[in-house]
T-cell receptor, first 114, second 115 residues
Framework: DGGITQSPKYLFRKEGQNVTLSCEQNLNHDAMYWYRQDPGQGLRLIYYSQIVNDFQKGDIAEGYSVSREKKESFPLTVTSAQKNPTAFYLC?????????????FGPGTRLTVT | KQEVTQIPAALSVPEGENLVLNCSFTDSAIYNLQWFRQDPGKGLTSLLLIQSSQREQTSGRLNASLDKSSGRSTLYIAASQPGDSATYLCAVKRRRDNYGQNFVFGPGTRLSVLP
């Protein structure tokens, strides 16, 4: 089945530690995205990538880093510089041409930092 | 700057009712508008995508309309069921980007359908 997988589902870390969230897709989509969701708020874009080896900062990129070495994979690292890292993180993908731009989402990773 | 709002923030209805969820956006220069459903602790599931040249899309009991000139979209749910209980989010794909494909999401409407 085609889709997006995120792992782990739940992640716990101590303050000051970096942590990497995994996102893999087999939809053959060029574009991939990372969003953060906090209670009562809409999704906010952290980083996005249109093609391999290229990515751009979104609205709240400070304290995060990404890589895009393969089309299928777009891991997100939450660094110790992120002041409020506890949140629900969602990965998405879409085609990157044409006029549709329909987004597909993974199941999410809930990160708790204490 | 594109801003997306959704009204109401929460809605509770008895089973069987028809209902309308609203989504408003400030910049009419969009590629498309997408409606999603999110269950608690889960990812988003795409319900309907309306391209900027379209007026509406239908899927089963769901019908979404788009009025770009007024910056509004509605999601109509017919004959609601308890299984429809979830948060419904809308998102627009901005047309005016320097680079890339930024989507702007609304905060969602939390729907409860009571048996």
């Amino acid at each position: 089945d085609g889709g997006i997988t995120q792992s782990p589902k739940y992640l716990f870390r101590k303050e000051g530690q970096n942590v990497t969230l995994s996102c893999e897709q087999n939809l053959n989509h060029d574009a991939m995205y990372w969003y953060r969701q906090d209670p009562g708020q809409g999704l906010r874009l952290i980083y996005y990538s249109q093609i391999v080896n290229d990515f751009q900062k979104g609205d709240i990129a400070e304290g995060y880093s990404v890589s895009r070495e393969k089309k299928e994979s777009f891991p997100l690292t939450v660094t110790s510089a992120q002041k409020n890292p506890t949140a629900f993180y969602l990965c998405a993908s879409s085609i990157s041409s044409g006029s549709s731009y329909e987004q597909y989402f993974g199941p999410g990773t809930r990160l708790t930092v204490t | 700057k594109q801003e997306v709002t959704q009204i109401p923030a929460a809605l509770s209805v008895p089973e069987g009712e028809n209902l309308v969820l609203n989504c408003s956006f400030t910049d009419s220069a969009i590629y498309n508008l997408q409606w999603f459903r999110q269950d608690p602790g889960k990812g988003l599931t795409s319900l309907l995508l309306i391209q900027s040249s379209q007026r509406e899309q239908t899927s089963g009991r769901l019908n979404a309309s788009l009025d770009k000139s007024s910056g509004r979209s509605t999601l109509y749910i017919a004959a609601s069921q308890p299984g429809d209980s979830a948060t419904y989010l809308c998102a627009v794909k901005r047309r005016r980007d320097n680079y890339g494909q930024n989507f702007v999401f609304g905060p969602g409407t939390r729907l409860s359908v009571l048996p």
